[in-house]
């Protein structure tokens, strides 16, 4: 499908307009159109690879990211916290 995998980090994928994060059984798609992403996900439900597609990246590993002003992003993981 056009990814290669990152040097830097092995669980990052890149491809021209989709970029992959894998880890374990949770995978993440960034892409400035929904479209590229779709695509990839027929391409993968093609090769018959169950998915369960969520609207928002909340629930990442247990994560919770925030878009903030100027571009910044937070992320927390209070319910792993909370857990520890």
Same mark, same amino acid.
Request: hydrophobic content about 45%; glycine content about 8%.
């Given at each position: 499908? @056009? &990814?290669?995998?990152?040097?830097?980090?092995?669980?990052? &994928?890149?491809?021209? $307009?989709? +970029?992959?994060?894998?880890?374990?059984?949770?995978?993440?798609? &960034?892409?400035?159109?929904?479209?590229? +992403? %779709?695509?990839?996900? !027929?391409?993968? $439900? @093609?090769?018959?690879?169950?998915?369960?597609? !969520? %609207?928002?990246?909340?629930? &990442?590993?247990?994560?919770? +990211?925030?878009?903030? %002003?100027? @571009?910044?992003? !937070?992320?927390?993981?209070? @319910?792993? +916290?909370?857990?520890?």
């Amino acid at each position: 499908m @056009g &990814f290669k995998q990152s040097e830097a980090d092995p669980c990052l &994928f890149i491809s021209e $307009k989709v +970029i992959c994060l894998v880890y374990v059984d949770d995978t993440l798609f &960034f892409s400035p159109y929904v479209s590229d +992403i %779709d695509r990839i996900l !027929e391409k993968l $439900k @093609g090769l018959k690879i169950e998915l369960n597609v !969520e %609207d928002d990246v909340a629930g &990442f590993l247990g994560a919770l +990211i925030k878009k903030l %002003d100027e @571009g910044r992003i !937070e992320l927390t993981q209070t @319910g792993l +916290i909370k857990r520890i």
